[in-house]
């Protein structure tokens, strides 16, 4: 009977099917025969003080100081922040607003650094030998400290993420290798030439953690990172390598984990819930240097391709370094009329300025010409429901785009539009090109905008009766002991007269 | 350097689908169907399919005009040239040209553009335009005639296709009613169906088209074929044509079980009449059916069970245009609660609790 039993249980590394989803044209080919070269140090980094998701950090040093490489130069503020690192030795130049590397374009109060070309390292940075010596909660404290947060491109600090052990009874780690935005490649090279130290930096996150398992997941269009990881990890019986199917958006934390363990995570809730936590290649490479070497993040890898970049590549590229500056490296542009995107072509960020400096978060600029590009000549949606097949979350986005169009974004927030995950699978299947992930992504921060007022105007109004109460009971003291200075003359008045009657 | 403005949000990229290129591939697929009708009934059929596109392209043009919108990409996306195929193939293959013209403005511009133009229009305009026709002209469009395909000795030329399609000429040398009006008043008339069917029906040739009936419904064969193909090529959903051949067929095939000699089986009416072209061509409308696979699998259940009934006990020998068009009307409310599960939620929209599986939450 448990023979039987266990014949027909599933096999163990069975892939779970996944509902929609697209097959974008990936044209990593673009860039994936690039290995990951050094950029030559550029003449000026620019480092906003936000580079993550949470509070910004403050900065630590002062307009003409000088810094060493790795030294601290802003810290967290709060539980949910990051510190950040000099990407190299040199002064201080400027601690002022910036163009941020923001599609709105907006200033951020950036630190500019001057590199004196010495490369000379804070001397508090030094090598570890064992961090599996260390406990967890250790752990966690040196990749807070290092500054190390989701590379992936959700640059979630990747501390709190480790800490997920305490609250939760985890037994997985995943790692996200299924890189399933088109043209990016930074993940792909990553694995394939740096393969160990992902692989130690993963064992060293399983460490912090309290998980016995590891999985790395990798697109099947990535053989050669596949086999890399597969002989890098032969060494650990708790690591096994998966090959899941190439199909958009496959490395959506959330579907990820349904795809390799069948289950769904809840809406609104992590995935550690199921007990699993999902952390990006370049994160644990990150995480090994962090713990092996002492170095903070400072330098990223991330590709740069697209029809308009002359010569496609992937980059190992101090964090602060001009957008404008890793183009030039490249050849520059081809085309006149190229679109700048930070991220993949799916769900990345338009970038206003090529002035921005690159951030933490920052997997990839694009330089899409043309004739990539969504034509973008929009027609009526004809309710082919193309959108609702492709939908990985099940959601009925020309449904909500109505909605939004008609400007009852409650009523698209009733249908699920806080459960999009914006991959934007609808708006690439769309045969009218509807722009449907834009109108949602508008509509999820206007309704966030509105709840932010809401807040404040529920904080100010707290404030203000806090205010007209506090001042009430200081006319109410003062009546009072008025009253109380009245009755005491009074009193003192009667006991003269009874004094002088006497 | 110039850089494109920046566009409010991803993707960037565009998966090259269109509404041209969807109702190219619909009209790719009618193309097997229709040159075999346009042969079977010869000149009158090919000037009344003219005369019909012509129509709706003229008003399709006519309105956007009026609408002050732009001519180009809302004529050159195909979409009314494929509603004035569709009504072409719907009607008497020798109706006279006035036929054609009435329906396709009716198609057009009542069904249609009134609403709104492209995917604003509650019922599938060709159907609106082939039942309009039916009720105000009854006569004309029931006058069905035998196959007489081009180059046989019994084809009309081109002089006498003109009279027929002027609405002149007699027709009764060449009528052929259809099998369905056959069997229909046959029944009424109280003769048993073996009776009837043994002369008016051979399943070979209903499959392959040589019997009267619509322009361009005759060949179930063809319409199959191309019907398949859309499925293939992904423009077209398998949930649809399936449920409705499907819900005719369980259906005709249960009747037929209980009542032999008053019902006839599953063959008869997978052949007959509309069922081909109305399953693969036109219950698919996009924008008249349901979004959701499993709203389609109701919608066309629901188009199956009423083309069933309406030819069995309603008044009407043939009722694909008649079923469609209710359950277009149902489509709304088919939407409104047929949805998809959101991940991570059960059916009613509440948050998964933990280690719960999805299906198994009641």
Redesign the interface.
Known sequence: MTALRQLLRRPANRIHPL?GG?H??DRKALAASAPITELPLPARLDLPLQQHIGASAAPLVRKGQRVAKGEPIARAQGAISAPLHAPTSGRVIAIAERPAHH?S?LAMPTISIEPDGEERWHPAITPCDDPFALDPAHIAERVAAAGVVGLGGATFPAAVKLNLGASHPLHTLVINGAECE?YLTCDDRLMRERAEAVIDGARIMAHALGVGGILVAIEDNKPEAAAAIETAAARFDAITLIRVPTRYPMGSE??LVQALTG???????LTA??GVVVHNPATAFAVHQALRLGQPLIARALTLSGAAIARPANLWVPLGTAV?TLIAHCG??TE??????S??????????S?RAPTTKGCNAI?A?GAA??????T????????C??V??????P??LAAYIRAGDLEGAAER?LH?CLGC?SC???????Q?L??YI??AKGELAARARARRKQAETKALAEQRSARLEAIKRAKREAMARRKREAARKQAEQQTETEH | ????P??????????G???A??MRLVMLALLPATLFGLWQFGWPALLLFAITLATVVVTEALCLWLAGRPLR??LG?G?ALLTGWLLALSLPPWAPWWIGVIGGVIAILIAKQVFG????NPFNPAMVARVALLIAFPVEMTSFVAPVPLGSDAAPGLGEALAIVQGGAPLDAYSGATTLGVVRTALDQGETLSGILGTSFAPFSAALGLHGGSLGETSALLLLLGGLGLIFTRVI?WQIPAAMLGTLALLATVMHIHDPTHYPDATYHLLGGATMLGAFFIATD??T?????RG?LIFGAGCGLLIYVIRTWAGYPEGVAFAVLLMNACTPVI?HYV???????DRR?R?????E??ETRR
Do not use: K, N, W
């Open positions: 509902r697209v974008p044209d599609p374009g088109p959330r579907h289950r769904e995570t809840p809406a609104r809730a819930q199921l404008e520059g542009l006149d009329d190229a679109r700048l995107v991220g993949g072509p799916m769900m990345g960020q338009p970038l206003p090529h694009l899409l990539e590009r969504a034509p973008g000549r027609m009526p949606c004809t309710r082919c429901g193309r609702v097949e939908c990985p979350c099940g959601l009925v020309l449904e699920g459960d934007g708006a690439y299947t769309c045969p009218s090109q722009p992930a834009q992504a508008h | 350097m110039h850089i494109a920046p566009a409010s949000a991803g993707p960037f990229v565009h998966g689908a269109s509404i290129r969807d990409p809302f996306d979409s133009g492209i995917g604003q959903g996009p924008t059916s349901p979004v959701t696979a389609r939407d949805r998809p599960r959101i991940h991570g939620r929209g948050a998964l609790v933990g280690a599986h999805p």
